[in-house]
Antibody
Framework: QVQLQESGPGLVKPSQTLSLTCTVS??????????WSWIRQPAGKGLEWIGRIYTSGSTNYNPSLKSRVTVSIDTSKNQFSLKLSSVTAADTAVYYCARDPRGVMLDVWGQGTTVTVSS | QSALTQPASVSGSPGQSITISCTGT?????????VSWYQQHPGKAPKLMIYDVSNRPSGVSNRFSGSKSGNTASLTISGLQAEDEADYYC??????????FGGGTKLTVL
């Protein structure tokens, strides 16, 4: 079955760019009507949707983060990625990647990766 | 976009039923039948429990059910079990082609 795994630096300095990659295994990232999403969760708080990408490359972003977020896809590597610029301590969170069938549900999740923004 | 509104906490005894509400607007919950619900145990990734308002993914117990009326969706868990104790989040597709989550509800099984 399809599995997702996040990877990237666990510590990012303020004002820098957070970069994470989600590797999809057990299936092709290009198959089916799937979007691929990023979600984050600050410690002790709720889930926040960040954005998603379709295999065609079309994207949708959370309006509150749109100016700082870029989601991209590399079908040759079966990966999609997140870049969040100008980070502050408020961006410290567990970041999850997830599969998004039809753009309306999140049915497979990665285990999450913790990113701390600190100097 | 504003977060969907959920009660901060609900509780129930084993065997009882509980319902968690999720209130949005005509730009999300009220406009689409694309409400989903997620269960999250401490330190774990969320798990899809309900999609398209009332559909259960394969492997999810039929004790979990979903419904919607107007701008409010609901998750009902019947025959509460200790393992159901977790945080629950609703989510909806929006008219802006984005996604919005609820603030989450902590379910305590007494």
């Amino acid at each position: 079955q399809v599995q997702l795994q996040e990877s990237g630096p666990g510590l990012v300095k303020p004002s820098q760019t957070l970069s994470l990659t989600c590797t999809v295994s057990g299936g092709s990232i290009s198959s089916g009507s799937y979007y691929w999403s990023w979600i984050r969760q600050p410690a002790g708080k709720g889930l926040e949707w960040i954005g998603r990408i379709y295999t065609s490359g079309s994207t949708n972003y959370n309006p509150s983060l749109k100016s700082r977020v870029t989601v991209s896809i590399d079908t040759s590597k079966n990966q999609f990625s997140l870049k969040l610029s100008s980070v502050t301590a408020a961006d410290t969170a567990v970041y999850y990647c997830a599969r998004d069938p039809r753009g309306v549900m999140l049915d497979v999740w990665g285990q999450g990766t913790t990113v701390t923004v600190s100097s | 976009q504003s977060a969907l509104t959920q009660p901060a906490s609900v509780s129930g005894s084993p065997g009882q039923s509980i319902t968690i509400s999720c209130t949005g607007t005509s730009s999300d919950v009220g406009d689409y039948n694309y409400v989903s619900w997620y269960q999250q145990h401490p330190g774990k990734a969320p798990k899809l429990m309900i999609y398209d308002v009332s559909n259960r993914p394969s492997g999810v117990s039929n004790r979990f059910s979903g419904s919607k009326s107007g701008n409010t969706a609901s998750l009902t868990i019947s025959g509460l079990q200790a393992e159901d104790e977790a945080d629950y989040y609703c989510s909806s597709y929006t008219t802006s082609s984005t996604r919005v989550f609820g603030g989450g509800t902590k379910l305590t099984v007494l």
